[in-house]
Nanobody, 118 residues
Framework: QVQLVESGGGLVQPGGSLRLSCAAF????????MSWYRQAPGKERELVAT????????NYADSVKGRFTISRDNARNTVYLQMNSLKPEDTAVYYC???????????WGRGTQVTVSS
């Protein structure tokens, strides 16, 4: 059974940083590209960042380029999102999934809430 468990969110002031983690279970993590997505209130879920299964070639939404960094630890079946220089418009629930623009798994985790506010 596929399970995605996100953590690391919280309340942070503008300009601050957070590191999100996503532990993945029940599928071939090492062979899967992984992505972070986010959904703000009243908006559609959007792709934030993607990391391939192997090699280089991370991709980011224009809105987070230069501020967010996606990484992975295949030994721990975990993908990370380092978020720096956070802005109020980054406020959203953040989710991970396998795949990229088209998420692989239809069953999502609970996500982790990120709130950027002074």
């Amino acid at each position: 059974q596929v399970q995605l468990v996100e953590s690391g969110g919280g309340l942070v002031q503008p300009g601050g940083s957070l590191r999100l983690s996503c532990a993945a279970f029940g599928f071939a993590f090492r062979g899967s590209a992984m992505s972070w997505y986010r959904q703000a209130p009243g908006k559609e879920r959007e792709l934030v960042a993607t990391i391939p299964s192997v090699g280089v070639g991370t991709n980011y939404a224009d809105s987070v380029k230069g501020r967010f960094t996606i990484s992975r630890d295949n030994a721990r079946n975990t993908v990370y999102l380092q978020m720096n220089s956070l802005k109020p418009e980054d406020t959203a629930v953040y989710y991970c999934n396998a795949g990229g623009p088209r998420p692989i798994w239809g069953s999502w985790g609970r996500g982790t809430q990120v709130t950027v506010s002074s």
